[in-house]
């Protein structure tokens, strides 16, 4: 029993010199804790670009992540809720369980979009906290980051001054590239689209474009032959210019849609690794921007 | 409208306005339903060949939870859950018959801050044996378990007692827990006793290979005892059907392997699951041989066992498709001089069968399924049986496990 002991502790030693042993849930918030931590992290992604991230399984290696995590970095606003309750509580891990300091939540840093006034399954898969894609919107980093520094100086207050040098280095830094990114997409402002599913309103929020139909019938459900003609028939009447889907969904609705109505079917790195250009934070808006501009030529 | 019901009365007027109250406040997930109120609507069609009132051949002395034939509606479940205070969290499960009458399917109170990777779990819950036993029959996938499942577990374990489990802080998950409780359900027998008429120990270790695979390998160990338990129509060797009564240890080791694929690891598009589960156990104490003519009691042992083993594959969004094989081994039982002329000891027959399903699923929170199954688990009464069956989620509804 004791050698048991001893080489538990052993491997407890060996595994991390790193101070945060963090998980995030996406990978756009562990681009983000990069940013800020550095070498004081060591970070794990759940889940992957080419993932949906409401459909992921309580997978045994997630837990045993979550179980040695002292800060788990997740979007919230029930976007995890199919698997995040059961890994946070099978991992036993009493310091990241929801409400504690070490479970922190993006979505409640930034002002909500599509907060549905009446909570309906008959609407589809709706989350009541309001649309969980705040990522595809540049300017929510911004005060992620902030809260998410105030986190991890809280937790590991000895690296207070280089979280602080960290978090406003990044700040300038996505000042400058917000100010570029508008001005490159300067000419999206009030262009049409169609959006497979129900995940951009804050990009569209964002650069000005005009959602004019889903091929989503409702939140969640695929799309269906009859209901695509009927996107078809709307399209006649309001005309647009690309239809937009994220890496990680079927392309085949979107492409039906685009061959029918000649428009560009554009696919979007959704976060960080969803594309070859979105290798960090930066390339994501990069090459997302670049994408919107070349479906809209 | 809701302002005006609610100012009918001022009793009313009240209680509108602590709902309102709640409503307004309702700014998180697990608020919006607190606590989380969940309910499974489900039904089946089923057509059979044969009464299935016949239990597998060598296994008559073991429960037949069997099938419905024709419209039937299934148990309606009525989940609750909800953290209690920031150191406990309650979920029950109410199985509604349809004949009337609520069973406590779990009931059961689980800490959420023990830290160091200990769960400790009291009350009614599904023990942590197998893979499959934790799993309410809305996530089963096929409309009915295994044989091995329903000859050694009558489906499933449901235990009174105590569980606490350990997570390992390594990279790799593994995870070891035990549990004694009442021993209420098959095989054991509930008594009126002081302790522990059962315990359950089992190790899980899992992971990942690479971002597209992952899997679960477990193993586990039952005992308890059974106490004048009665079966009846036992066939024996003379030909008739009798009522036998058994005391004795029971004691179980089993094993799962759980493999899943998926593209790109989205499961939404299209994954595969494998599964396969082994059970093996041994009995050993005294029967007693027809108890209403012949009655007579001298020592009796047996070991069964049984595996199947299912793969089931979501070819595209909404759409799948699973096959399964059931194999059961009634065993070779050694009984004592006394009965040697009486009790069937060596049956020479293994039940089996193989299943066949497809299951389309409108949303997550809606399934039907379709089921084919060729049962060979009576000897000489091949059967093919055919079900129909639906699945509704309505409110709260949880999160699944692996």
Known sequence: ?297 | MFKRICSNAAIAVLLCHSIQAAAADSGNADNAFNPAFSLILSGSYGNLQRDPAIPATGFAMNPNPGHEQGFNLGESEMGISANIDPQFRGAATLALDPAGGVSVENAFVQTTSLGDGLNLKFGRYFSGLGYLNEQHAHAWDFTDQPLVYAVLWENQLAEDGVQLKWLAPTEMFFEIGGEVGKGRGFPGTERAKNGSGAGVIFAHIGDDIGIEQSWRAGASLHRTRRVDAESTDVPDLGGNAVTNLFSGDSQTVGLDLVWKYAPNGNIKDRYLKVQTEYFRRKESGELTYDTALASVTDSYSVTQSGWYVQGVYQFMPRWRSGLRYDRLDPGVARIGAANAGNVIADYAYNPTRTTWMLDYSASEFSRFRLQLAHDNSRQGLADNQLFVQYIMSLGAHGAHTY
């Open chain 1, 1 to 297: 029993m004791k050698k048991i002991l001893f080489s538990l502790s052993l491997l407890l030693m060996s595994g991390n010199v790193a101070a945060l042993n963090i998980f995030a849930c996406e990978p756009e918030w562990a681009a983000l804790t990069q940013q800020l931590a550095g070498g004081k992290a060591d970070i794990y992604t759940a889940t992957a670009a080419l993932q949906d991230p409401h459909r992921i399984e309580a997978r045994p290696s997630l837990i045993a992540k979550a179980r040695r995590a002292d800060l788990v970095v997740c979007t919230g606003a029930e976007l995890e809720m199919a698997w995040l309750p059961v890994v946070l509580r099978e991992s036993g891990n009493s310091k990241v369980q929801p409400g504690g300091d070490g479970y922190f939540e993006a979505a409640s840093a930034v002002r909500m979009l599509e907060v549905p006034t009446r909570l309906d399954r008959g609407d589809g898969d709706v989350h009541t906290q309001g649309n969980p894609h705040i990522q595809t919107d540049a300017r929510n980093f911004l005060p992620v980051a902030a809260a998410l520094a105030q986190r991890l100086m809280q937790l590991d207050p000895s690296n207070k001054a280089e979280y602080q040098q960290r978090l406003a280095a990044f700040e300038q830094q996505w000042r400058a590239a917000l100010t570029r990114w508008e001005q490159q997409a300067a000419p999206l402002k009030g262009v049409a689209v169609v959006v497979q599913h129900r995940g951009f309103p804050y990009l569209s929020n964002w650069l000005g474009l005009q959602e004019v139909a889903t091929l989503e019938p409702k939140p969640g459900l695929e799309p269906s032959a009859g209901w695509l003609s009927q996107v078809q028939d709307t399209l006649r009447q309001h005309p647009a210019k690309m239809v937009l889907r994220a890496a990680y969904q079927d392309g085949r609705p979107s492409e039906w849609i685009a061959q029918r109505a000649h428009i560009a079917a554009v696919e979007l790195p959704y976060t960080v690794g969803g594309s070859d250009g979105a290798r960090d934070l930066f390339g994501l808006f990069d090459d997302t921007i670049a994408r919107l501009l070349k479906g809209v030529q």
